[in-house]
Nanobody, 127 residues
């Protein structure tokens, strides 16, 4: 059974850091493009970051560049999202998603490109 499980969320003060993990089971992460998305209350799900399966290239939502870093550990079948200098507006449920398709440019942002989704992990940033 293919499964993605996010962890690492929690409550943190503004300016703090969290590292989210997305662990895969039932398939090899190395073959997949993996994205992180988030959804705040009352808002649509939006792209946060993506790491491409072909060459490891990474993409970020423009406003998050410099604060968030995506990485992949194929040996552990896990993708990470390091989040620094967190702000209250980063509060959301964070999801990871995976696809066998190599995503380039802005295609990584499209939710329908991804075949597998995790259940999400809550991140709350207090002011």
């Amino acid at each position: 059974e293919v499964q993605l499980v996010e962890s690492g969320g929690g409550l943190v003060q503004a300016g703090g850091s969290l590292r989210l993990s997305c662990a895969a089971s039932g398939f090899t992460f190395g073959d997949y493009t993996v994205g992180w998305f988030r959804q705040a209350p009352g808002k649509e799900r939006e792209g946060v970051s993506c790491i491409n399966n072909r060459d490891g290239s990474t993409y970020y939502e423009d406003s998050l560049k410099g604060r968030f870093t995506i990485s992949k550990d194929n040996a552990k079948n896990t993708v990470y999202l390091q989040m620094n200098s967190l702000k209250p507006e980063d509060t959301a449920v964070y999801y990871c998603a995976a696809t066998l398709v190599a995503l380039w440019g802005h295609s990584w942002y499209r939710l329908y490109e991804y075949d597998y989704w995790g259940q999400g992990t809550q991140v709350t940033v207090s002011s």
